[in-house]
């Protein structure tokens, strides 16, 4: 069996946008509700179906994510997208359950260090609080996927131990939690740590629906989801254009680029059901707003292949 037939085996590929969150809550230029709302429009033509759209933080800590309740009104009930948001806390559950969100993330740091700098709590103290409201979001009918941050490294703390992240996983899991999504916080990972977690998570927890949060601070980003594909992982978070990073983590890069992310799959013959071209209108929406360039590279190559194609 070939590589291409090994890479189409189980092919269906879902990507999670998170521009309008982890892309956005670093910039200091306040995007509009109707800016965000056009943004959301543009990710949901391109055929993203899940988008994250906010997170329900205070305003003071996160100036960016204000208007989340009601952006999640604005756009209203969808059937054919998933339309989340994080929380993080159980005042952010009660913000999330006022404004009708049917979706949120729910997550925790597995650094003690990273965790005491985000929310001044232990991540101990911050797991079993979130169990509970995991217990919570569920009593109110949302649909819950779990996030453990930090999980392939911390830069305040050095390396996590797999047995921490692999109880924190389970016990959400066993909250009831539909998804756990492992983040690469720091961008620490290498394909080996990808490939070592989630081989274990699978094998320990093989009830656990794994996805990945991979930012590309060391330029590992594409290697790093390709590595979890290997490993099982069929579902990945990523943002146009590569846009952001975490207010708490100095130096912290954005998201794999959608663009790169879609065409890597579908360059190996994987379905992600997004259209390249229409992800790239979203990239230059946002780097006319940003006043500059964006790091994802598929922008700049089909840009440079209009230009080749237009020489007589």
Known sequence: MNQMSICRENAKIELQDEALRDGLQMESRIFTLEEKLDLFQMLEKAGIRRIQVGSFVHPRAVPQMADTEELIRAIGARDDVIVSALVLNRKGLERALKCGVRHVCMS??????????????SAAEALETMVQLIDHALASVLSVRAGLQCVFGCVYEGDISEDVVLRAAERMIRAG????????????????SIRQVVRRLSSEVPEARISLHLHDTRGLGLANMFSGYE????????????????????????????????????AMGMRTGIDLEAICVAVDFLEEKLGRRLPGRMRRVLEQRIGCDNIE
């Not at 492992?182 to 961008?187: E, K, P, R």
Request: charge should be negative; hydrophobic fraction near 40%.
């Open 108 to 121: 925790v740091s597995v650094s003690d260090a990273h965790s005491r700098r985000n929310i001044r709590r």
């Open 177 to 192: 939690a539909e998804e756990i999504c492992l983040a690469d916080t720091m961008g620490m990972a290498t394909p080996c």
């Open 231 to 266: 490993a099982g992982v069929r579902s990945f978070d990523s943002s146009v254009g590569g846009l952001g990073g975490c207010p708490f983590v100095q130096g912290a890069a954005g998201n794999v680029p959608t663009e790169d992310a879609v065409h890597m799959f579908e």
